[in-house]
């Protein structure tokens, strides 16, 4: 079994972002094994999904409005690589793991930081 560790951050809100995402690993067959609060702005997701639903889950991630690292971009790039190059039934139903830590940051604007720097001045 494979494991992938991504990480990603958000300016939504948690409350707009977490059931979009739930449901997304649910859409795409996936089942959560574990949800934890890391701190006040981290939240962790430990998910398995079948191989052969890797891409939908990446554009699931991604259309959510999750932005991810590029690591994390990197790691599901390989999977869905890897996906394109498995032809049996055995080899796609092969279970992953996914670690998704999610970071939730504050919108700081261009505009307040430049008045930020300008009151230092």
């Known amino acids: 079994m494979q494991s992938l560790d991504i990480q990603g951050f958000s ?70 690589t890897c996906r394109k190059n498995l032809t049996t039934p055995a080899d796609l139903g092969q279970i992953i793991t996914i670690r998704l830590e999610i970071s939730f940051l504050e919108d700081a604007t261009l505009q307040s930081l430049f008045l930020s720097a300008g009151e230092c001045a």
């Open 11 to 80: 300016y939504e809100e948690r409350q707009g972002l977490l059931p979009s995402l739930t449901s997304a690993f649910a859409d795409c067959g996936g089942w959560i094994l574990n949800r934890r609060t890391l701190s006040p702005t981290t939240v962790e997701f430990r998910v398995e999904i079948q191989l052969r639903a890797v891409i939908d889950l990446y554009a699931s991630i991604i259309s959510s409005g999750l932005e991810l690292t590029r690591a994390g971009h990197l790691g599901f790039t390989h999977l869905c």
